[in-house]
């Protein structure tokens, strides 16, 4: 039961030693790489995922 434990946090242990070589340039602001900042509505300030006219103020423009 011992050896089980100690071959699980083992194995444990290298999986994140190459998780973090292989996510090194993913996620960080100065490195170019993560997700865009989602856009945002002028007018409101809601979240605007498909882009164009945002679909709760649009009727209020003008």
Same mark, same amino acid.
């Given at each position: 039961? @011992?050896?089980?434990?100690? @071959? *699980?946090? #083992? *194995?444990? &242990? #290298?999986? &994140?030693? *190459? ?8 996620? /960080?602001?100065?490195?170019? /790489? ?5 856009? @945002? !509505?002028?007018? !409101?300030?809601?979240?605007? @995922? ?10 209020? &423009? /003008?």
């Amino acid at each position: 039961m @011992l050896k089980i434990i100690t @071959l *699980f946090l #083992v *194995f444990m &242990a #290298v999986l &994140a030693m *190459f998780g973090r070589l292989r996510w090194p340039g993913k996620g /960080g602001k100065g490195r170019g /790489g993560g997700l865009p900042k989602p856009r @945002l !509505c002028p007018d !409101c300030g809601r979240y605007n @995922l498909r882009g164009g006219p945002c679909s709760k103020c649009r009727g209020n &423009a /003008g």
